[in-house]
Structures are given as C-alpha cells and as structure tokens.
C-alpha cells in the first residue's frame, strides 16, 4: 500500500492549519464578516454547493471503502493586492465559504501576522475548548468493560 508523505514546509503546514480552522468556524466568521469585506475583491468562483465521495478505512488503516457524499461548499476569491484565497467547507453554507476564502486571501498577504493573531489564534482556541467541553460532558457516559477469569478444574 503507498504511503503519502506529509508536507513538511513550514508554509503548507500552517496555511493546512488555518484552513481546518476556518473551514470550522462559520460562527465566528460570521461575526468577523465586516473586517474581512472591508478590502476590494472580486469573485473568481462565487460560492457553489457540491457533493463529494467520503472514502473511510476499515479499522481506520486498512482497506479504503466509499463511505457515501457529503454536501460541500467551495468558494475562490481574489484581493486587489492580488491575493487569491479558496474555500471548501461541509454543508450548504455559501456565506461561510465566502468568508473563509476571504480569510485564506487576507493570511496570505502581508498583514498574515496580523490575521493570525486577531482571528485564527482566537478561532483555534474557541474550538479547542468546545472539543474539551464536548470531551468532558461524553467522558461521563464511557463504559468501562473488564473480563473476570472463572477459575475451571
């Protein structure tokens, strides 16, 4: 079985980062809507709803299989400076894939530091902290299976 090799340039792996990120954060997106409009773009691909195959793994490693579609929602923007910014996110929400294009765009430029610091970093620990809040309220309900050894002559 061929094994893809992670991309190990700095540069990937933190755009890869910010895109998880703002492909789950349509509610702070939302909130931060006017901020990102507030520069000249343009639509290269206005929002359109799609659907794309989900393949699984049995065991999570072994054979691939198609587990089904899902909706998604892909976006491409372009900045007056010249920086082009893509979006695909689940579901059907075309405002969000705008905006997350719109961010993806505003991280490349030359205020990245800026955006990461005033957006992503926020974003990423919001999220962070739901995932272990979520973590928490399920822990409760976790079973704990033990076998006992009958002793048999």
């Known amino acids: 079985m061929p094994t893809t090799a992670l991309p190990t340039d700095p540069a990937i792996v933190a755009r890869q980062r910010w895109m998880g990120v703002l492909a789950r954060g349509a509610d702070e997106l939302k909130r931060q809507a006017a901020t990102l409009r507030a520069t000249d773009y343009r639509l ?23 587990l089904g579609e899902m ?48 957006l992503i970093e926020p974003m990423a620990q919001a999220q962070r902290t739901a995932r272990a809040a979520e973590a928490a309220r399920t822990a409760s309900t ?3 299976f033990f076998t006992l050894i009958r002793g048999e002559d």
Request: include cysteine.
């Open 44 to 66: 290269i691909r206005a929002p359109e709803v799609g659907m794309t195959l989900v393949r699984g793994r049995m065991g999570g490693t072994g054979d691939a299989f198609n």
């Open 71 to 118: 909706s998604v929602t892909r976006c491409v923007v372009r900045l007056a400076d010249g920086c082009t910014g893509y979006s695909y996110v689940a579901g059907r929400d075309k405002q969000h894939a705008e905006l997350a294009a719109l961010a993806d765009a505003h991280l490349q430029g030359e205020r990245q530091a800026h955006w990461l610091a005033q």
């Open 142 to 144: 976790q079973v704990e």
